[in-house]
């Protein structure tokens, strides 16, 4: 194949745009006598004009080459064997060409279901076959330092130019390879405000199931991509559109048939998240999957109740169920699924203002999150609004302000209606309480 090639003199990118680090990699892979290119997302946004953030290198050194040229290097991954050189916080992922399906090396290093998923991907070939496994035609483009040229095999200059993501290949045979492929091209779609070719956007409804198969564990990395890139509206837009976001979150769909005001808290909370990455403040999939799974629990509370189950122990096994199921579809570490039950556990000391406890609760350390989801929950429609605009004032009064807060609380004399005691029909905390073990009283004889 020959490439079209895009001279130094005809596009924006030089050396000043680019991670010295991954320089570095160039200049002694190439001196070490192999080929290597900066390659996919950092060539594409250079030549958008956005400034890349991760810097990726494609090369004919084969993985243990690589390591023996740089000490800092270290060989991960089994589907796909990559290698990260570290410089300090920057890591550099280096990949060596691979090489098309057809051959006899390819028969002894690859690997397919037999739904044609992709299991292994170890078959080294040349730039231009490399260029022919990637996925998109814009993330093909190939940036070299011996000519500071751009390589493009598969078009994807011309579909730059026109900001059209089109995926190489037969989409159907590619997306059943890799189904993340699918949740890729939504995002890159919302992310740079490209169309999706016609051939890359028709097979997505139908092959939407094919998510089924892949890793719950790779799915919670793709959906931490999806929703925490700055897009996370547009592109949650895009994986309803096509179906893909039953996939990821299936008792949340559900909820929207049944929640009038489920899809509005989902949108409004992707609509805070993409406000908070933009002002560069901290965002946590804590939250994030708080709010997403909040409507799917609330609904189960409602099915369990009305098959007689009283409503806190209802909401209890409700809450279980539904992180139950979605961990069937993308796992979510304990160090997020722990604070997301306290934010949810908290919704219920919110409403209680009486004595001590609104004193408590502004202490706990989930007390902000908890606060923010209320807000959420009151934006949304789910509950009246005013019990935020009294947390609201309780925060920023002085002691004297917040004791007659309280006072008038427990005096009937508040302007917010909120029963204090009442339970609620939301989760509950899921912890158990401990049972009091009983004294044992010596028998005769016994001490």
Same mark, same amino acid.
């Given at each position: 194949?020959?490439?079209?090639?895009?001279?130094?003199?005809?596009?924006?990118?030089? !050396?000043?745009?680019? @991670?010295?680090?991954?320089?570095?990699?160039?200049?002694?892979?190439?001196?070490?006598?192999?080929?290597?290119?900066?390659?996919?997302?950092?060539?594409?946004?250079?030549?958008?004009?956005?400034?890349?953030?991760?810097?990726? +290198?494609?090369?004919?050194?084969?993985?243990?080459?690589?390591?023996?040229?740089?000490?800092?290097?270290?060989?991960?991954?089994?589907?796909? /064997?990559?290698?990260? +050189?570290?410089?300090?916080?920057?890591?550099?992922?280096?990949?060596?060409?691979?090489?098309?399906?057809?051959?006899?090396?390819?028969?002894?290093?690859?690997?397919?279901?037999?739904?044609?998923?992709? &299991? /292994?991907?170890?078959?080294?070939?040349?730039?231009?076959?490399?260029?022919? !496994?990637?996925?998109?035609?814009?993330?093909?483009?190939?940036?070299?330092?011996?000519?500071?040229?751009?390589?493009?095999?598969?078009?994807? &200059?011309?579909?730059?130019?026109?900001?059209?993501?089109?995926?190489?290949?037969?989409?159907?045979?590619?997306?059943?390879?890799?189904?993340? !492929?699918?949740?890729?091209?939504?995002?890159?779609?919302?992310?740079?405000?490209?169309?999706?070719?016609?051939?890359?956007?028709?097979?997505?409804?139908?092959?939407?199931?094919?998510?089924?198969?892949?890793?719950?564990?790779?799915?919670?990395?793709?959906?931490?991509?999806?929703?925490?890139?700055?897009?996370?509206?547009?592109?949650?837009?895009? #994986?309803?559109?096509?179906?893909?976001?039953?996939?990821?979150?299936?008792?949340?769909?559900?909820?929207?048939?049944?929640?009038?005001?489920?899809?509005?808290?989902?949108?409004?909370?992707?609509?805070?998240?993409?406000?908070?990455?933009?002002?560069?403040?901290?965002?946590?999939?804590?939250?994030?999957?708080?709010?997403?799974?909040?409507?799917?629990?609330?609904?189960?509370?409602?099915? #369990?109740?009305?098959?007689?189950?009283?409503?806190?122990?209802?909401?209890?096994?409700? @809450?279980?169920?539904?992180?139950?199921?979605?961990?069937?579809?993308?796992?979510?570490?304990?160090?997020?699924?722990?604070?997301?039950?306290?934010?949810?556990?908290?919704?219920?000391?919110?409403?209680?203002? !009486?004595?001590?406890?609104?004193?408590?609760?502004?202490?706990?350390?989930?007390?902000?999150?908890?606060?923010?989801?209320?807000?959420?929950?009151?934006?949304?429609?789910?509950?009246?609004?005013?019990?935020?605009?009294?947390?609201?004032?309780?925060?920023?009064?002085?002691?004297?302000?917040?004791?007659?807060?309280?006072?008038?609380?427990?005096?009937?004399?508040?302007?917010?209606?909120?029963?204090?005691?009442?339970?609620?029909?939301?989760?509950?905390?899921?912890?158990?309480?401990?049972?009091?073990?009983?004294?044992?009283?010596?028998?005769?004889?016994?001490?």
């Amino acid at each position: 194949m020959t490439p079209t090639i895009l001279p130094r003199d005809q596009h924006p990118i030089s !050396r000043r745009m680019l @991670s010295e680090n991954a320089l570095k990699v160039l200049y002694r892979l190439n001196q070490a006598g192999f080929e290597a290119y900066l390659v996919g997302g950092c060539v594409r946004d250079s030549l958008l004009g956005q400034v890349p953030k991760d810097f990726d +290198v494609a090369t004919s050194a084969t993985p243990e080459q690589v390591r023996n040229v740089f000490r800092n290097a270290r060989l991960i991954g089994r589907r796909f /064997r990559i290698v990260h +050189v570290r410089f300090g916080r920057e890591i550099i992922e280096v990949t060596t060409f691979r090489g098309g399906h057809d051959t006899e090396m390819a028969e002894r290093h690859s690997q397919q279901s037999e739904e044609g998923l992709l &299991l /292994r991907d170890n078959v080294w070939g040349s730039v231009d076959e490399d260029a022919l !496994r990637r996925d998109f035609t814009v993330n093909a483009l190939y940036y070299s330092v011996r000519d500071f040229a751009i390589h493009d095999w598969t078009g994807g &200059l011309e579909d730059l130019e026109h900001r059209v993501l089109r995926l190489i290949g037969d989409p159907d045979l590619r997306y059943r390879e890799d189904p993340v !492929r699918m949740l890729r091209a939504v995002r890159f779609a919302s992310k740079l405000d490209f169309t999706l070719a016609p051939e890359t956007e028709s097979p997505l409804a139908d092959c939407a199931p094919l998510l089924l198969q892949i890793p719950s564990a790779r799915l919670f990395e793709e959906v931490l991509k999806l929703f925490l890139s700055g897009y996370a509206l547009s592109t949650y837009q895009g #994986l309803r559109r096509y179906g893909l976001f039953a996939m990821l979150f299936p008792g949340t769909e559900e909820s929207f048939a049944q929640l009038s005001w489920a899809e509005k808290m989902v949108e409004q909370a992707l609509i805070n998240t993409d406000e908070r990455i933009r002002a560069d403040k901290p965002v946590t999939p804590a939250f994030l999957y708080a709010a997403l799974l909040w409507p799917a629990t609330v609904a189960q509370t409602a099915q #369990l109740i009305d098959e007689g189950i009283p409503p806190v122990p209802a909401a209890q096994q409700a @809450s279980q169920q539904v992180l139950n199921r979605q961990l069937q579809h993308t796992s979510i570490p304990k160090r997020f699924s722990l604070p997301m039950r306290e934010i949810w556990d908290m919704q219920l000391m919110l409403p209680r203002r !009486r004595g001590k406890r609104p004193y408590q609760t502004l202490t706990h350390q989930r007390f902000r999150a908890a606060y923010d989801f209320l807000l959420l929950r009151e934006t949304a429609g789910e509950i009246a609004s005013g019990l935020g605009l009294w947390w609201t004032r309780f925060q920023e009064a002085s002691e004297t302000q917040q004791r007659e807060m309280v006072q008038k609380v427990e005096q009937g004399q508040d302007d917010i209606a909120v029963d204090d005691d009442a339970p609620e029909s939301m989760p509950m905390p899921s912890r158990k309480p401990r049972r009091r073990r009983r004294r044992r009283t010596p028998r005769d004889g016994q001490e």
